[in-house]
C-alpha cells in the first residue's frame, strides 16, 4: 500500500486543473445500461472508483473501451449478459448500486449485493428501494442480495424522499426514464450532479424537469438513445484545492472551477480572510499570510455547506484564530479526521454532531492514517501547513477520489512524495 510523505511549510503559487467530477461521473456511467446505443463519456477522471465502475459494467456485459490516461471512456450496453452485481464489487464502492434502478427500466430484473455500511455511517439504501416498489418492482432482500423485478416494466409514481439523498434522487430519476407515464420526485437533492446526470439523459431523450429544484417530473420514453456527453467538473475537488491554497498560502488558479457550485464554500472561505475571485477560467485564491479568522460551518444538503468539504475545512480551522463549530448534519460519523488531525497538535473536540476547534499557532507534521476519502485529503492539508515531515498512510482512499494529486499540488510548489506504506 502508497503513502504520501509532505514536507509541510511551502506555499501554493500556480494553477491546478479541475478534473471531471467523480459523483457524476460514477452515475452517468451506470445510465449506459438505460440504452442499446454506444455512449462516450469526455472528461472522465481517471480514478480508482470509475475504473472500478467500469470494472463492474464489464461483468454485465458492457463492452467499456477506456485506454489508461485517456480522459474519453466509451461504453455500449448493447448486449447486457448479466443483471447481477456481486457483493465484491458493490461492497467496495457503493456508487455500483446505482445499477439496479438502470437494469430494472432497461431489462426488468436486477440482483444487486446490498452495499453495507462504510466508515463515515450506516448509509442504508431504504429510500431507493421503497422508490422502486412505489414504481411497482417486486423486491426481496435474500441473503444479502436486493432481487428486484418489475417484468412488466416500471411504473410511473409520486416518490416523496424523507430526506433530499443525492443518490435516492439520481436513482429513481434513472429508473424512472423508462417508466411508464409519469414519476414525481418530492423533496428531491439539489446537488448539481443531479443535473448534469438530467442534461446527459436529456440529451438521450429523457423527458425531464425540475431538476436541481426539490420537485423533479419524469415523463417515462420507449427508448433512450445514444450520446456523447461531458462530465461536469468536480465541484469538491476544486473546493479542496481551494482550501489546501487558503491553508498553505499564495496564488492559486483553480482552472475550469464551477463557482457558481461552489458558492456557500467560497463564501466561508472570505468569511475567513481568504480571497477568492471568480474569473473567467475558474477561481483564483489567494492568502498573503494573514492569519485566518475562526468560522462556523453547519453542513446541509446542496445549497448549503457540503459534506464532502467538511474535513477538509476542519483542517484550515485548525489553524485559524478563534474557535470554530463544525457541525455535520448530512452522515452521523463523519469526523474520523477528527483525533488524526489532533496528531499534529490541533485542538478539535468532538460531541455527536458538533466538532468545536479551537485553532492553534501552528501544526507540527506527524504519522496519520487516512479513514475515508474526505477525511484523507484533509490530513494532506495539514500536512501542507504543518512544520517539518507528515506521512499519510492507507491513501489508497484518495486515489479512489483525485486525480494526479501529489502532481497538481507539487507543480504549485507542494513538496509531496508517494512511498510504500510501512504498514
Ligand atoms: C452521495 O452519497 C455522494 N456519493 C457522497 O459523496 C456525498 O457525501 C453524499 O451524496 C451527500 O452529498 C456519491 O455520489 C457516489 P445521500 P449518497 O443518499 O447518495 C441517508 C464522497 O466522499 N439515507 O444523499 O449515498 C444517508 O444515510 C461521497 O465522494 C437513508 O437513510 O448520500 C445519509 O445520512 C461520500 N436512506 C443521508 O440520507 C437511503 O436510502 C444522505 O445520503 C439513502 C440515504
Not at 456511467?29 to 472500478?52: G, H, I, K, Q, Y
Not at 423533496?187 to 443531479?194: D, G, H, L, S, V
Not at 457558481?260 to 466561508?268: K, P, Q
Request: charged share 20%; net charge negative; glycine share 10%.
Amino acid at each position: 500500500m502508497d503513502k504520501l510523505t509532505i514536507r509541510g511549510g511551502h506555499q501554493l503559487n500556480g494553477k491546478i486543473r479541475i478534473s471531471g467530477a467523480k459523483n457524476s461521473a460514477l452515475k452517468l456511467m451506470a445510465a449506459a445500461l438505460l440504452t442499446d446505443e454506444p455512449v462516450e463519456l469526455r472528461n472522465m477522471p481517471n480514478l480508482a472508483d470509475s475504473r472500478f465502475m467500469a470494472r463492474l459494467l464489464s461483468t454485465l456485459g458492457v463492452d467499456v473501451y477506456w485506454p489508461q490516461g485517456d480522459s474519453t471512456c466509451r461504453l455500449n450496453a448493447a448486449n447486457i449478459s448479466s443483471t447481477i452485481a456481486p457483493y465484491d464489487l458493490v461492497r467496495k464502492m457503493r456508487a455500483t448500486f446505482n445499477v439496479l434502478g438502470p437494469l430494472l427500466g432497461r431489462i426488468g430484473h436486477a440482483t444487486v449485493s446490498l452495499p453495507g455500511g462504510c466508515a463515515i455511517g450506516a448509509r442504508p439504501v431504504n429510500f431507493h428501494l421503497d422508490a422502486f416498489e412505489a414504481m411497482g418492482a417486486d423486491i426481496v432482500i435474500e441473503q444479502g442480495y436486493v432481487k428486484a423485478a418489475a417484468i412488466r416494466g416500471l411504473n410511473g409514481a409520486i416518490i416523496d424522499l424523507p430526506f433530499p439523498s443525492v443518490g435516492a434522487t439520481e436513482h429513481t430519476m434513472m429508473a424512472a426514464t423508462l417508466a411508464k407515464g409519469t414519476t414525481t420526485i418530492n423533496n428531491a437533492a439539489r446537488e448539481p450532479e443531479i443535473i448534469d446526470i438530467a442534461n446527459m439523459l436529456k440529451a438521450m431523450g429523457a423527458k425531464i424537469e425540475g431538476e436541481g429544484t426539490s420537485t423533479i417530473r419524469i415523463e417515462g420514453v420507449d427508448k433512450l438513445k445514444g450520446v456523447s456527453y461531458s462530465v461536469m467538473p468536480d465541484r469538491i475537488e476544486a473546493g479542496t484545492y481551494a482550501m489546501a491554497a487558503a491553508a498553505a498560502g499564495g496564488d492559486v488558479l483553480l482552472e475550469g472551477a464551477p463557482a457558481a457550485e461552489m458558492t456557500s464554500l467560497l463564501e466561508h472561505l472570505r468569511k475567513a480572510g481568504v480571497t477568492a475571485t471568480v474569473e473567467d477560467n475558474g477561481v483564483r485564491i489567494q492568502r498573503n499570510g494573514a492569519r485566518l479568522k475562526a468560522v462556523d460551518v453547519d453542513v446541509q444538503p446542496h445549497p448549503g455547506f457540503a459534506t464532502d468539504l467538511q474535513a477538509q475545512f476542519m483542517a484550515l480551522m485548525t489553524v485559524a484564530d478563534g474557535t470554530s463549530t463544525i457541525t455535520e448534519n448530512i452522515f452521523e460519523n463523519r469526523f474520523l479526521h477528527a483525533p488524526e488531525l489532533n496528531r499534529f497538535g490541533a485542538d478539535i473536540r468532538v460531541q455527536g454532531k458538533v466538532a468545536t476547534v479551537h485553532g492553534v499557532d501552528h501544526l507540527v507534521g506527524a504519522p496519520v492514517m487516512a479513514t475515508d476519502l474526505r477525511a484523507s485529503v484533509s490530513l494532506v492539508i495539514a500536512g501542507l501547513v504543518a512544520e517539518g515531515e507528515t506521512e499519510v498512510n492507507r491513501i489508497y482512499h484518495l486515489d479512489r477520489g483525485f486525480e494526479n494529486l501529489e502532481e497538481k499540488l507539487n507543480a504549485c510548489g507542494a513538496r509531496i512524495e508517494r512511498g510504500a506504506d510501512t504498514e
